[in-house]
């Protein structure tokens, strides 16, 4: 993982099975571009498949997940905006 003031960006890899966990974007646009493997992200109910060459992104305050259903890995190329204290 690479941290900016501003950006986590991760080179993400979730095994066959597993997932990242629902959760709320609330910093900021989530933004994972697939890299190998099948899979898919639910965002705000919405199903996208994600398999090479995917974008997806979740917008700031949706609810999301991202779930291996594949045989291999999946690999994203993942950036998260950090929280900012006031």
Same mark, same amino acid.
């Given at each position: *993982?690479? *941290? ?5 960006? #991760? !080179?993400?890899? #979730?095994?066959?099975?597993?997932? #990242?966990?629902? +959760? ?10 697939? !890299? ?6 639910? %965002? ?11 974008? +997806?992104? %979740?917008?700031?305050?949706?609810? +999301? ?8 890995? !999946?690999? !994203?190329?993942?950036?998260?905006? *950090?929280? +900012?204290?006031?």
């Amino acid at each position: *993982m690479v *941290m900016t003031e501003d950006t986590r960006i #991760i !080179l993400t890899r #979730i095994p066959p099975g597993s997932s #990242i966990g629902k +959760h709320i974007q609330s910093t900021g646009d989530d933004v994972n571009y697939v !890299l190998e493997g099948e899979g898919k992200a639910v %965002c705000d109910g919405k199903e996208e498949v994600l398999s090479p060459g995917v974008c +997806h992104v %979740c917008p700031k305050g949706s609810e +999301h997940s991202i779930v291996n259903d594949g045989e291999a890995d !999946l690999t !994203l190329f993942t950036t998260v905006p *950090m929280p +900012h204290s006031p």
